[in-house]
T-cell receptor, first 109, second 117 residues
């Protein structure tokens, strides 16, 4: 079974502060991990995926297989980063995409 | 423009009245899926389809039906809606995995907000 846990439902930081959104997963094989973002009243969109090892909008995420984590980080938060963030896992077969509960990030001025 | 479309975007209905939410994609994707989004629960998969005429249950299939007669369309059917199906529904699509690639990025529709009274 595959499972994704985002322990923080709400996260509030001030503009310019570092931000870290936590994601832990459970999967017996080699997972593919993603972060999706949903801005207010918009559709979900892919933010980044671990396989690409990329930085999007200043966000990065490193897959830590030892700790089964895929935390999302940004060194200096901006107000436009305020959104709902979902961590997601796809297993080997690719048939299912399991989402975490989501973390609502608010960046205050 | 490559996109996933859903109709209707908003729907208020009464218990027991059959309804269909349509989903269409123009990216020639084999895989399509339906999710429901509820506060505190994130997105949960209802059904998915790996290709035409191939559908399978996700995590919360009870009370829903789907069909995949054409590659581009994947309608979600509620035969007898109940208030606990009040939710925000998302359709998504992607290409299927091929050797050496990781095309697991799903493209989401805009969502359909359903209220069942």
């Amino acid at each position: 079974a595959q499972r994704v846990t985002q322990p923080e439902k709400l996260l509030s930081v001030f503009k310019g502060a570092p931000v870290e959104l936590k994601c832990n997963y459970s999967y017996s094989g080699s997972p593919e991990l993603f972060w999706y973002v949903q801005y207010s009243r918009q559709r979900l969109q892919l933010l980044l995926r671990h396989i690409s090892r990329e930085s999007i909008k200043g966000f990065t995420a490193d897959l830590n297989k030892g700790e089964t984590s895929f935390h999302l980080k940004k060194p200096f938060a901006q107000e436009e980063d305020s959104a709902m963030y979902y961590c997601a896992l796809s297993g080997t077969s690719g048939s299912r995409l399991t989402f975490g509960e989501g973390t609502q990030l608010t960046v205050n001025p | 423009e490559a996109q996933v479309t859903q109709n209707p975007r908003y729907l208020i209905t009464v218990t027991g009245k059959k309804l269909t939410v349509t989903c269409s994609q123009n990216m020639n994707h084999e895989y399509m899926s339906w999710y429901r989004q509820d506060p505190g629960l994130g997105l949960r998969q209802i059904y998915y389809s790996m290709n035409v005429e191939v559908t399978d249950k996700g995590d919360v299939p009870e009370g829903y039906k789907v069909s995949r007669k054409e590659k581009r369309n994947f309608p979600l059917i509620l035969e007898s809606p109940s208030p606990n199906q009040t939710s925000l529904y998302f359709c998504a699509s992607r290409t299927v995995r091929t050797t050496g690639q990781h095309p697991y990025e799903q493209y989401f529709g805009p969502g359909t907000r359903l209220t069942v009274t």
